[in-house]
T-cell receptor, first 114, second 109 residues
Framework: DGGITQSPKYLFRKEGQNVTLSCEQN?????MYWYRQDPGQGLRLIYY???????QKGDIAEGYSVSREKKESFPLTVTSAQKNPTAFYLC?????????????FGAGSRLTVL | GQNIDQPTEMTATEGAIVQINCTYQ??????LFWYQQHAGEAPTFLSY??LDGLEEKGRFSSFLSRSKGYSYLLLKELQMKDSASYLC??????????WGAGTKLIIKP
């Protein structure tokens, strides 16, 4: 079955540490996205990518970095520069990058800063 | 600014009908999505509306009025598994997705 796999499901980080969240898809989708989900707020876009080796900042990119070396993979690094990283992170993909395309989401990664 | 409003939480009884509203004020409109998200899980696609009217899909229906900036999701014959958050998202004039904060639906026996 095609889908998106995120790992780890839960992650704890000490202040000052960088952590990397994995996202892999086997849907052959061109576009991939990272969203952050906080209680009481809508999903906020961190980064997105339309093709390999290209990505664009979303609304809240500061303190995050991404890479897109393979079509299937779009890892997110939460750096020590992100001042409030505790959140639920969702990776998604779609056929194209237009907002009119249906998104397929991964099950999410919950990051907690100790 | 762009804004999407949904009730924070709703409670309904198993077997009943519930309507979840979504009002939006965005720079342009190119469609509206509803997604379902069970706690701690991935959101999943429910419906897409771009024209006015009602779209029915089994127990779930979605309605859109572009002139009023309004949509609702109607859930019939509620089941316990329908307990989830329901996310409304609007596509703006730049084809960017604007998300509401979601409505947590609690189903009681």
């Amino acid at each position: 079955d095609g889908g998106i796999t995120q790992s780890p499901k839960y992650l704890f980080r000490k202040e000052g540490q960088n952590v990397t969240l994995s996202c892999e898809q086997n849907l052959n989708h061109d576009a991939m996205y990272w969203y952050r989900q906080d209680p009481g707020q809508g999903l906020r876009l961190i980064y997105y990518s339309q093709i390999v080796n290209d990505f664009q900042k979303g609304d809240i990119a500061e303190g995050y970095s991404v890479s897109r070396e393979k079509k299937e993979s779009f890892p997110l690094t939460v750096t020590s520069a992100q001042k409030n990283p505790t959140a639920f992170y969702l990776c998604a993909s779609s056929i194209g990058v237009s907002g009119a395309n249906v998104l397929t989401f991964g099950a999410g990664s919950r990051l907690t800063v100790l | 600014g762009q804004n999407i409003d949904q009730p924070t939480e709703m409670t309904a009884t198993e077997g009943a009908i519930v309507q979840i509203n979504c009002t939006y004020q965005t720079s342009g409109f190119n469609g509206l999505f509803w997604y379902q998200q069970h706690a701690g899980e991935a959101p999943t696609f429910l419906s897409y509306n771009v024209l006015d009217g009602l779209e029915e899909k089994g127990r779930f229906s979605s309605f859109l009025s572009r002139s009023k900036g309004y949509s609702y999701l109607l859930l019939k014959e509620l089941q316990m598994k329908d307990s989830a958050s329901y996310l409304c998202a609007v596509i703006d004039s730049n084809y960017q997705l604007i998300w509401g904060a979601g409505t947590k639906l609690i189903i009681k026996p």
